[in-house]
């Protein structure tokens, strides 16, 4: 490859990069990593005071709450903010459409939750209780992926940002209510790999969590590729 062809590669990635993060922090994304960051400083402002942590797996439900307030907007709304704009139509015009554009900003979305809880995981590692602050942003990750891979889907298939949100709500409240009877079981989304059930043992707890880590793996792609191939269905979206 040619040293200006390969410049210009890398030019053209930049810029899409660039424009994408402008679209990503656009609107209301600001408010809800806001209330992210304002989450996650309360309750540790009051686990520090109140001295109540004394184990990692008390701050994991912590963690998982600011990572999916992280993903919920782009995730939600992101084709709504694309059809208000009115550049979906454009968008279409590109060739390999989910590949060149949404693809690029679903990665951009999850490297940018990803490091910042990150952040929230080191922060926490230094001043609350000690822990593997790596290991635990990647198992917190794992089912932030999935209900934003989720929502984004549903998104593709309702059209409308405020609809796709009653939706996901309703799951997180149904996936919410199924803790505690799925709390010895794979299909838990919410399940902390933390905290073991006192009547499984820690091999039996390993397997349970390396399945369900798999599910939810497995699920996300499943719902990645779904909400690809809904949007080359140009004519639902214009």
Do not use: H
């Not at 550049?87 to 459409?97: K, Q, R, S």
């Not at 709390?183 to 006192?198: D, G």
């Amino acid at each position: 490859m040619k040293p200006n062809t390969l410049y210009n590669y890398f030019t053209l990635v930049q810029k899409m990069i660039l424009y994408n993060l402008r679209i990503i922090f656009a609107n209301k994304f600001i408010w809800f990593l806001a209330g992210s960051v304002l989450f996650y400083l309360g309750l540790s402002v009051i686990y520090v005071f109140s001295n109540d942590v004394s184990r990692m797996e008390d701050l994991y439900g912590v963690f998982l709450f600011s990572g999916i307030m992280l993903v919920f907007y782009p995730s939600v709304f992101g084709i709504q903010n694309d059809q208000d704009a009115r550049t979906i139509e454009i968008l279409f015009g590109i060739p390999n459409y989910r590949y060149k554009v949404w693809l690029v900003r679903i990665i951009l979305i999850y490297v940018i939750a990803f490091l910042i809880m990150l952040v929230f995981t080191f922060l926490s590692s230094v001043l609350i209780v000690r822990f593997r602050f790596i290991e635990v942003t990647a198992q917190v990750m794992i089912p932030v992926l999935f209900l934003g891979m989720m929502a984004f889907m549903l998104s593709t298939v309702i059209r409308n940002g405020s609809g796709t949100a009653v939706v996901m709500i309703i799951f997180g409240l149904f996936f919410m209510i199924l803790m505690e009877p799925l709390r010895k079981s794979q299909w838990n989304v919410f399940l902390n790999p933390f905290n073991p059930a006192y009547d499984v043992n820690e091999t039996t707890w390993a397997i349970i969590t390396l399945k369900n880590r798999i599910i939810l793996i497995t699920g996300t792609i499943i719902c990645l590729l779904a909400a690809l191939y809904n949007l080359q269905k140009r004519e639902k979206f214009m």
